[in-house]
């Protein structure tokens, strides 16, 4: 099942993320400083972000009771991306793997300008204060995907890494239709699929 975006609110005393410690998750790395996306949805400032053997967690530093979750089992890909037309600054692209419909007219309060369905949200920017801490981020995502295997795959099966066209251009070069976008300004992991690692090195090109 997959769970995707949700809210997250357990905090301790301190107001750091509370995690599961007793069913073995561990905290891997905390970045201060961190700006989010979702979708096309204004930008929320001021968080920190959590990365556990098992989650991403986002809390606000301003709202106490404002944060998210999302499993790695939910995330499909990540990729850096420092393309001003996909994104005005550099910031870490996560894409979500949702059971939702394609309808996602229900998703947006339009009154309030609120997300309504969480669920829905296909699509996440972290956006570090410091642009150079990408890097840290993008490996430390590559390792906890690597703690959190799809169900399905075989043993031993590692995920591709996508670095240039490259790597995949040999081998579908006659593929009709298919032109990377700027894969010089995209960086990326995905689960193995290459529809998917194709949609890393296209991060530079997204709405």
Request: net charge negative; proline share 5%.
């Given at each position: 099942m997959v769970l995707g975006l949700r809210n997250f609110?357990?905090?301790?005393?301190?107001?750091?993320?509370l995690l599961d410690t007793e069913n073995g998750e561990e905290l891997m790395h905390v970045q201060s400083g961190i700006d989010i996306v979702f979708?096309?949805?204004?930008?929320?400032?001021?968080?920190?972000?959590?990365?556990?053997?098992?989650?991403?967690i986002w809390l606000s530093d301003v709202e106490k009771d404002k944060g998210y979750a999302v499993d790695f089992l939910s995330i499909s890909?990540?990729?850096?991306?420092?393309?001003?037309?996909?994104y005005p600054v550099p910031c870490l692209y996560v894409q979500i793997e949702t059971e939702a419909?394609?309808?996602?007219?229900?998703?947006?309060?339009?009154?309030?300008n609120a997300i309504q369905n969480l669920s829905?949200?296909?699509?996440?920017?972290?956006?570090?204060?410091?642009?150079?801490?990408?890097?840290?981020?993008?490996?430390v995502f590559c390792e906890c995907a690597g703690l959190n295997p799809e169900p399905n795959d075989e043993e031993g099966e590692e995920h591709d890494w996508i670095f240039n066209t490259d790597q995949i251009e040999d081998e579908e070069a006659e593929e009709e239709g298919y032109n990377s976008h700027n894969p010089a300004?995209?960086?990326?992991?995905?689960?193995?699929?290459?529809?998917?690692?194709?949609s890393v090195l296209e991060v530079g090109s997204l709405p």
């Open positions: 609110t357990d905090r301790t005393q301190t107001g750091e993320a979708n096309t949805f204004p930008r929320q400032s001021h968080g920190t972000l959590y990365i556990s053997t098992k989650q991403v890909l990540h990729a850096i991306s420092t393309a001003p037309d996909s419909d394609e309808d996602d007219s229900d998703y947006l309060d339009s009154a309030s829905k949200i296909r699509e996440m920017r972290l956006i570090p204060s410091d642009p150079t801490q990408l890097d840290t981020l993008f490996q300004n995209s960086l990326g992991q995905s689960n193995g699929n290459h529809d998917l690692a194709r």
